[in-house]
């Protein structure tokens, strides 16, 4: 036990993280050993992107530090540009609320300035999904490198772990928790969706980043696929800020407006109400992590668009095809068969879920040695331990 509550500061940049890390927040605030601290940055304080900061405090919690960090461009420069923004705003707000420990998640860049901020400043980083491969994103890389600047690594499966031990990282802090978006879904308590169709699918797409100028011909697929399937529902929620994104979304609501007769669109539904729209939708649609890790724990089939997510464990009720018109097409309808639909209600299992994944993350990270500036050994795999070498 902590003699004095180790000072715990989760930075969270985007609704569908904060939608994860809110349980492992909770159960951190309820901790005798450990002090709470939020920072909120990117998206969150973004209008376009729903304010969703306010979701963070409707839900009881304290925002410490706010960090304006997001131009009003929608490209790779742009994106650039926001992280240097974002690592001075850091700099303050880190240094001011002086945490013993940061807690980020992912792979997304607003993460990649927050872990450089805190080696920096000397704050150990705590990172969540580590280990995890999207080949398509420059996410992929970003991830990797969040995993060498950080310090206790909570994988999802026994694969990634060993993926982040590979890597160097000592076993002794990479832990298997399983992935904490899916620890108790049943147990999620909220405003639930009210969904105006009675039947629907929930569609995300997002910009593939190594696939620049692609995003509008990659979208225009999917709704052409749409378009073909006139008797489908669509529920879209809008993509997040990578560059390209403000594309997609324009395209996605010009559709809603022109179909309004079977399309909604929402900017930010929210934890509860997105696993809501979960539980009533037939089928998920595009590029999103959710449909990978989320959506089976539903017994949801989910089309899997592109390169976006290539490379991540799947479960069987995935169905993968390229960004392509027919493909799309194709894929719909074998999602919305019933035989696919009976095969997944068979076969569902979730590689991704773990019982007791918060209570777990949250526990170490009030508990487990901490050592500030200490030097990190890189942990070297032996050849018997499965290393192979090619000459």
């Not at 919690?61 to 926001?82: G, H, I």
């Not at 080696?119 to 994103?137: K, Q, Y």
């Not at 994988?155 to 993926?163: I, L, P, V």
């Not at 697929?221 to 073909?228: E, P, T």
């Amino acid at each position: 036990m902590n003699t004095v509550p180790r000072k715990i500061c989760f930075i969270t940049g985007s609704r569908a993280e904060y939608g994860i890390l809110s349980p492992i927040m909770r159960a951190v605030a309820t901790n005798p050993d450990a002090t709470l601290q939020i920072v909120a940055t990117n998206m969150h304080l973004s209008p376009a992107h729903g304010m969703t900061v306010r979701e963070i405090e409707a839900d009881g919690f304290t925002v410490n530090r706010r960090v304006e960090m997001m131009l009003d461009a929608d490209t790779p420069s742009a994106t650039v540009k926001s992280m240097g923004v974002e690592l001075i705003g850091m700099a303050d707000a880190l240094s001011e609320l002086a945490p013993d420990i940061i807690v980020i998640l992912g792979d997304r860049y607003e993460m990649l300035a927050a872990a450089s901020a805190a080696l920096i400043l000397g704050i150990p980083v705590a990172h969540i999904h580590g280990g995890e491969i999207t080949e398509g994103a420059y996410d992929d890389a970003i991830r990797h490198a969040i995993t060498k600047l950080s310090y206790l690594h909570f994988a999802a499966t026994d694969e990634y772990r060993n993926r982040i031990i590979q890597m160097g990282e000592n076993p002794a802090r990479v832990f298997n928790t399983g992935a904490p978006g899916i620890d108790g879904i049943e147990k999620i308590e909220g405003q639930s969706f009210d969904a105006p169709f009675t039947s629907f699918a929930l569609v995300t797409f997002h910009p593939v980043t190594k696939e620049p100028g692609e995003a509008r011909a990659q979208t225009q697929a999917l709704l052409d696929a749409l378009d073909s399937i006139s008797d489908l529902p669509v529920i879209f929620t809008m993509p997040n800020s990578d560059a390209g994104g403000r594309e997609i979304a324009a395209l996605l609501r010009n559709w809603t407006d022109t179909h309004s007769d079977r399309a909604h669109a929402y900017t930010s539904l929210g934890r509860a109400r997105y696993f809501s729209a979960l539980r009533q939708c037939s089928a998920v649609i595009g590029n999103s992590s959710s449909g990978i890790i989320e959506a089976p724990s539903f017994g949801v089939p989910t089309v899997n668009i592109g390169n976006r997510q290539q490379g991540r464990t799947q479960g069987n009720t995935i169905i993968n095809c390229p960004a392509e018109t027919e493909a799309i097409k194709a894929a719909i309808e074998k999602a919305l068969s019933p035989e696919f639909r009976k095969y997944v209600a068979n076969h569902g299992a979730n590689p991704y879920h773990k019982t007791g994944s918060v209570e777990a993350i949250a526990g170490i990270l009030a508990n487990h040695e901490l050592a500030p500036h200490a030097v990190k050994h890189f942990h070297d795999l032996t050849f018997e331990q499965g290393q192979k070498t090619t000459f």
